[in-house]
């Protein structure tokens, strides 16, 4: 079975200071995917960035980079320099079988100023 | 602009009262799909197709229908309303499938707010 698990609830972060939403994720696929998304308050879905099982560099999207170990199964999204238009609700996925995206339940990131 | 539009964006209708939230993409993708997102659930599945005249079930099916008639919509059709189907639901497609080799990042409409009474 494949389970998305996202352990922090709410993250606050200052404006211009770096952050880390953890993801982990479980599945006895040996070829997959992990994505991350962002919810604004407006409640659009806005893909990010995305990994391969089998990319041995982590993606990286401007901003926003994956910190992918694929040992310990786990996806973390570094948000670099955060702005006051970051903050929403951030959404793992792993990618399984055929394209159907697994979701955790997210992380809602607020940036201080 | 390439986009999944969907519509209505906003509804409030009452049991039993059948209706269809349509969603149609102009960037020529072979997949779709059909979530609802529910609070401190995520977003689950309900159902996907892979191309024209090909859908199947995702997770949550029940009280459901889709189909695919043409390469660019993919309508959501609730025959039968209940209150547990008031939800936030969102269309996406994606070029292909995708498969773990090959991931393909999918691209959501904007989403459609159903309350059902």
């Known amino acids: 079975a494949q389970k998305i698990t996202q352990t922090q609830p709410g993250m606050f972060v200052q404006e211009k200071e770096a952050v880390t939403l953890d993801c982990t994720y479980d599945t006895s696929d040996q070829s997959y995917g992990l994505f991350w998304y962002k919810q604004p308050s407006s409640g659009e879905m806005i893909f990010l960035i995305y990994?391969?099982?089998?990319?041995?560099q982590n993606a990286t999207e401007g901003r926003y980079s994956l910190n992918f170990q694929k040992a310990r199964k786990s996806a973390n999204l570094v948000i670099s320099a955060s702005q006051l238009g970051d903050s929403a609700m951030y959404f793992c996925a792993l990618l399984s079988g055929a394209n159907n995206l697994f979701f955790g339940t997210g992380t809602r990131l607020t940036v201080i100023p | 602009e390439a986009q999944v539009t969907q519509n209505p964006r906003y509804l409030i209708t009452v049991t039993g009262k059948k209706l269809t939230v349509t969603c149609s993409q102009n960037?020529?993708?072979?997949?779709m799909s059909w979530y609802r997102q529910d609070p401190g659930l995520g977003l689950r599945q309900i159902y996907y197709s892979m191309n024209v005249e090909v859908t199947d079930k995702g997770d949550v099916p029940e009280g459901y229908k889709v189909s695919r008639k043409e390469k660019r919509n993919f309508p959501l059709i609730l025959e039968s309303p209940s209150p547990n189907q008031t939800s936030l639901y969102f269309c996406a497609s994606s070029f292909s499938p995708g498969t773990g080799l090959f991931p393909q990042p999918q691209h959501f409409g904007d989403g459609t707010r159903l309350s059902i009474l």
């Open positions: 960037m020529n993708h072979e997949y």
């Open positions: 990994q391969g099982s089998y990319d041995e």
